[in-house]
């Protein structure tokens, strides 16, 4: 058994760096003493603890590998985990997970990594307070950016007597400082050179604007050119018939066609019923398309919005409707929820007054993967709207039904949320009616129907029928019928036989399904759940109710008599017939027929 020692934290420690220099621990005493220090240190990832922005991160590092299959997978894992409530630390597993994804990416392999950490000893004179630059955390710069960060950085700790640390990776693990790389010396620029290269380094990064580091291009042979802005932008004062755009602007204007605003360069077509980028605006056929394919989110936003707006303010458009307008401005909410991390995006590249490079940046490609996913929902959301035109009631939760009836999981989900949403209006309905007997459909969106001219004595059979065009498609018309006559029965009891029992007296089943998540579930499982609690009700109903004929208004004693009556008193009729007409009928066959003829003279 291995003794308690062995298992502290800095004999631990110890042993990992044995294990990742392969030496004795006598070799790497220097090492680990810097290890020591390291984790004693105040080190922290200064991120913004924002759940949805991690996850977004991932999303850009799995398109940026070029693996847009597995980004729409993992957005689609993200929003099922995140509607469930099991993990509480949702924030701090995604950023885990980033990290560990992250960290083998930042060396070309794996012995520098090792090398950069542990091939030099600490200096005796070395301070444990890293030196950050100002900026963003959540904005991590590319590779040429990190190396002009690191001289800055060194500029900069030069007077003080710190050693410059450089930026492994902004969102990465604790930095490492220059003076423990191997093959590096480390030369302390003076006081004057430092203010100059302080001086210029604010400049540049206010006018480079995204623009690669020159010394790294210059060192490379290759141009200093911009990398996400293509297209450069028409000077002032310039003529001719086309303005060429960035992308950066037509990133803008797509934010707003999101929101069905229109852009600078993109406005809707009236004609044509489609977002457009003006005809003046010289664009690649490339840009072009991606541009026509990601407005065509805004012309979903405004279908479904103006179908929302139209409907909230139609009284007769009946509870069910209402509850769809609802459930469609629910996943209206969650759009604009990712349009306003969007925004934010943007603006905080907008604030700092540089482009980030490819790595950071929105673009055009990336919104296309970001907002695969939320195309499909509105794209689901707007063929439901078209669907569910000029229907209302059980009408429209029957036309919400029928896309249940789907292939995708994903979309089958969607449309069995706004199902549970729509029909929890129409599951009150039948529960008032067959536990109450109470019809409460202001807007005839119920499928059975009450005339109040008719009296009660022909209330069984004129005053309630069916609407057939409202029974829903998940009601088969038996449990319909089964439907019309438990109400029916608690109506008679209440206004013809004058018993005013409770009905939880009557009927003694449970009341459930008080949400629209329990209605959805009820109403998937018809053939046990649901049709188990409407035979229940109709067996209990129909009981009471010729319990109360029997007992109370003697049914059977009133049809014996009327049997008495029609029979004339006598309960053998047939056989007192039989015994008069028996001399009459034992004759020879001739004379029976004469007879019979002049009988029926």
């Keep these: ?40 240190s105040n080190f922290a990832p200064t991120v913004e603890r924002d759940e949805f922005l991690v996850a977004e991160k991932i999303k850009k590092e799995l398109v940026r590998q070029r693996r847009e299959a597995d980004a729409a997978l993992f957005s689609e894992l993200y929003r099922k985990l995140h509607s469930q409530g099991v993990l509480k630390n949702k924030w701090s597993i995604l950023y885990l997970l980033l990290s560990l994804s992250e960290d083998p990416r930042k060396q070309s392999n794996k012995v520098s990594s090792y090398a950069t950490l542990f091939a030099q000893a600490l200096p005796r004179d070395a301070h444990s307070t890293p030196y950050y630059y100002a900026r963003p955390q959540s904005l991590p710069l590319n590779y040429q950016d990190r190396n002009a960060q690191s001289a800055q950085s060194a500029c900069s700790m ?185 925004h934010s995006q943007l603006q905080l590249e907008d604030d700092q007054g540089v482009n980030l490079g490819l790595e950071s940046s929105l673009t055009l490609r990336r919104l296309l993967v970001w907002t695969y996913d939320p195309k499909i929902r509105l794209k689901t959301l707007a063929a439901l709207v078209d669907h569910c035109q000029g229907r209302k009631g ?71 029928t069916l609407r057939k065009s409202m029974i829903p498609s998940f009601i088969t018309m038996d449990q319909s019928k089964k439907v019309l006559l438990i109400g029916k029965s608690i109506n008679f009891l209440h206004q013809v036989c004058h018993d005013q029992t409770p009905s939880t007296k009557m009927i003694a089943v449970a009341k459930s399904a008080e949400s629209p998540k329990d209605a959805a579930d009820l109403f998937t499982d018809l053939e046990n759940a649901f049709q188990g609690k409407i035979d229940a009700a109709y067996f209990e109903t129909s009981k009471y109710l010729l319990d109360v004929l029997n007992k109370k208004y003697n049914l059977l004693e009133h049809m014996q008599a009327m049997r008495r009556y029609l029979l004339l008193g006598q309960g053998d009729f047939i056989r007192h017939l039989m015994d008069l007409l028996n001399s009459q009928l034992q004759r020879l066959a001739p004379s029976t027929a004469g007879i019979i003829a002049q009988l029926s003279l």
Aim: glycine fraction near 8%; hydrophobic fraction near 35%.
């Design 394 to 464: 059980g009408e429209l939760a029957s036309a919400v039904h029928a896309y249940t009836k789907t292939g995708d999981p994903y979309m089958r989900s969607l449309v069995q949320h706004i199902l549970g949403l729509v029909s929890h209006p129409v599951l009150n309905f039948l529960y008032r009616w067959i536990y109450d007997g109470e019809l409460e459909d202001t807007y005839h969106e119920f499928f059975v129907a009450s005339d109040p001219t008719v009296k009660a004595d022909r209330l069984w059979h004129d005053k309630y």
């Design 1 to 40: 058994m291995a003794c308690p020692d062995q298992k502290s934290p800095n004999v631990l420690l110890q042993n990992l760096c044995c294990r990742i220099l392969g030496k004795s621990e006598a070799d790497v005493a220097q090492q680990f003493q810097y290890a020591v220090r390291v984790i004693g």
């Design 158 to 342: 030069a007077s003080s007597g710190i050693s410059s640390i450089s930026m492994y990776a902004l969102n990465g693990p604790t930095p490492t400082p220059q003076s423990l790389l191997p093959g590096q010396s480390y030369q302390a620029p003076g006081v004057g050179d430092c203010l100059r290269q302080q001086l210029g380094s604010r400049l540049a990064w206010a006018l480079t604007a995204g623009q690669p580091s020159l010394q790294s291009s210059t060192s490379k042979g290759l141009p200093n050119t911009v990398s996400r802005n293509v297209p450069r932008s028409r000077r002032e004062g310039e003529t001719g018939g086309n303005v060429e755009i960035t992308e950066a602007n037509l990133v803008r204007d797509i934010l707003y066609v999101f929101q069905g605003i229109d852009g600078k360069n993109i406005k809707m077509c009236n004609s044509e019923n489609c977002y457009k980028v003006e005809g003046k605006v010289s664009l690649s056929k490339s840009l072009r398309d991606t541009t026509s394919r990601l407005a065509e989110l805004g012309w979903l936003h405004n279908k479904i919005r103006r179908y929302t707006d139209q409907r909230s303010l139609d009284r007769a458009f009946g509870l069910v409707g209402q509850s769809f307008c609802a459930a469609l401005h629910q996943e209206l909410k969650e759009y604009y929820r990712l349009l306003s991390v969007l």
